[in-house]
């Protein structure tokens, strides 16, 4: 069996995390291998480099035992512990501790006395109400499942803000030691906008040789978009996104004769601005803050000149 990638083996040990958790384990444990997990899908250094190195242990969360663990799942696609964890539980009981408040107890008594093994399960008998009917259960956790189900089937690989914070500043940092070439290490998607639960880990950087814009080089959750420095601009507000807002500049600029793509503005065949405010300019737009570009509205409030004015850290008192 050939070996496993960074992105192969954060799910397994995300797995082994919540496994672990589920049976009832050492809870530290499956915490600590959990953010393990979160911190291994940032590297940007690849795994194989970092086992050959014996660098294991500079991955914020990892320690001896981990690294061990991690070493062990890399080179041969399992480890001993993991299966015999799977032996107890269906792959699909997993999925239930997506639902925001459900926590492994509650999952593991939902499969044993209710024999719920997926999220459409757990749907069907909260709607059933055969979960507030349980002994231990009740008609308070339904409702919490009920309303937090959602969030269980879209939110699945994101993390809360703060989290996302520690995991891209490991990242910016493991970026630059291993490309010290690099210039302007910017942190974008989600969380340069704000989100509060942030799902695309992205970093932009500028290299002195590069077609333009690459494509994202991505480790489970991170991905690294390198640009030159004249389209280091509209690399960045790409990557920064919403999706949402960029469509609809995109359709400004076509409205007044341009065209917005990843390597910038153009008119034409003629480049007329690469960089973020320039770009914002050319299209009669004031610049907008990172944390409106949604596409709810923000470009049309630009044009009239009534985009809100965002709380900064000046205006704190007390």
Do not use: W
């Amino acid at each position: 069996m050939s070996v496993l990638d960074a992105r192969s083996v954060t799910s397994l040990l995300r797995e082994y995390a919540q496994r672990t958790a589920l049976l009832g384990g050492n809870p530290y444990r499956a915490k600590a291998c959990a953010r393990a997990a979160d911190s291994l899908a940032t590297i940007a250094v690849p795994l194989d480099v970092l086992i050959a190195e014996d660098r294991l242990r500079e991955i914020p969360g990892v320690g001896e035992a981990i690294a061990d663990i991690i070493i062990k799942l890399h080179k041969t696609g399992t480890h001993p512990s993991l299966e015999k964890l799977r032996k107890e539980i269906p792959e699909g009981v997993l999925e239930m501790l997506a639902v925001p408040g459900l926590r492994p107890e509650k999952v593991l008594r939902l499969y044993k006395d209710l024999g719920i093994t997926s999220l459409a399960e757990l749907e069907a008998a909260a709607r059933d109400d055969r979960i507030k009917k349980a002994k231990g259960l009740g008609a308070a956790l339904q409702a919490k499942i009920l309303q937090n189900l959602a969030i269980g089937k879209s939110g699945d690989g994101r993390l809360h803000l703060h989290r996302a914070a520690l995991l891209l500043a490991h990242a910016k940092d493991s970026l630059r030691k291993a490309r010290p070439e690099l210039k302007r290490v910017t942190i974008a998607g989600d969380f340069r906008r704000g989100c509060e639960l942030v799902g695309d880990l992205t970093i932009v950087a500028e290299a002195p040789k590069v077609a333009k814009t690459s494509p994202a080089s991505a480790a489970d959750g991170l991905q690294i978009r390198l640009s030159d420095r004249k389209h280091f601009g509209a690399a960045l507000l790409f990557a920064t996104g919403s999706a949402a807002h960029v469509e609809q500049l995109q359709a400004l600029a076509t409205e007044k004769g341009m065209r917005l793509e990843a390597d910038g503005l153009h008119k034409g065949r003629t480049p007329i601005a690469g960089d973020e405010a320039e770009i914002y300019s050319a299209l009669g737009l004031p610049f907008i803050d990172p944390e409106l570009r949604e596409g709810l509205g923000e470009v049309e409030l630009a044009q009239k000149g009534k985009l809100p004015k965002l709380v900064t850290d000046k205006d704190l008192r007390g």
